[in-house]
T-cell receptor, first 113, second 112 residues
């Protein structure tokens, strides 16, 4: 298995632009999580899905952020419009139905200038 | 809200010395997980502890879960340069064990 695949690895964009981050989960993992990591705030859970259904989006900072999981093989996190304070590393992680711990993707380093 | 505090924030050791990081929760946890993140990398799952007072070992790493299920520790015996990275604990809330609350991590540097 190739693991959790995220794209792009790096993204530099101008303030106000739309940014879309992508995640391909491990096949058979029923849970998918989007995290944001910064030095100041550490790892923050943004949203998580179970069987493609959003379960908890209370960590989504504001309406500029949205996430979808149209099928079991794909999820996106969109920021529109982006702001410099959104600069962070965004991780996608998945977990099997049984509690075996998360498998993280390699992350997307987002820089908004 | 629920918080997980992790200490120390940083630790520098000489290769061969031992290292311990501690994790304390403001509330009782249903389980606790430990992850390691190498510089520039992503968190990698190490272990999960579920039972009160549980102790698990992985080679030179020893993980403990407190009797009250509010604290945990990770101890590394005889550190090696390959142990460099940030170690995170993450606690699961009672009643929602999918939503982890993360500590800010302990960054370990090992001098050869």
């Amino acid at each position: 298995d190739a693991g959790v695949i995220q794209s792009p690895r790096h993204e530099v964009t101008e303030m106000g632009q739309e940014v879309t981050l992508r995640c391909k989960p491990i096949s058979g993992h029923d849970y998918l999580f989007w995290y944001r990591q910064t030095m100041m705030r550490g790892l923050e859970l943004l949203i998580y899905f179970n069987n493609n259904v959003p379960i908890d989006d209370s960590g989504m900072p504001e309406d500029r952020f949205s996430a979808k999981m149209p099928n079991a093989s794909f999820s996106t996190l969109k920021i529109q419009p982006s702001e410099p304070r959104d600069s962070a590393v965004y991780f996608c992680a998945t977990e099997e139905a049984v509690l075996y711990g998360y498998t993280f993707g390699s992350g997307t380093r987002l820089t908004v200038v | 809200g629920q918080q997980v505090m992790q200490i120390p924030q940083y630790q520098h050791v000489q290769e061969g010395e031992d290292f311990t990081t501690y994790c304390n929760s403001s509330t009782t946890l249903s389980n606790i997980q430990w992850y390691k993140q190498r510089p520039g990398g992503h968190p990698v799952f190490l272990i999960q502890l579920v039972k009160s007072g549980e102790v698990k070992k992985q080679k030179r790493l020893t993980f403990q879960f407190g009797e009250a299920k509010k604290n945990s520790s990770l101890h590394i015996t005889a550190t090696q340069t390959t142990d460099v990275g940030t170690y995170f604990c993450a606690g699961a809330q009672a009643g929602n064990n999918r939503k982890l609350i993360w500590g800010l991590g302990t960054s370990l540097a090992v001098n050869p």
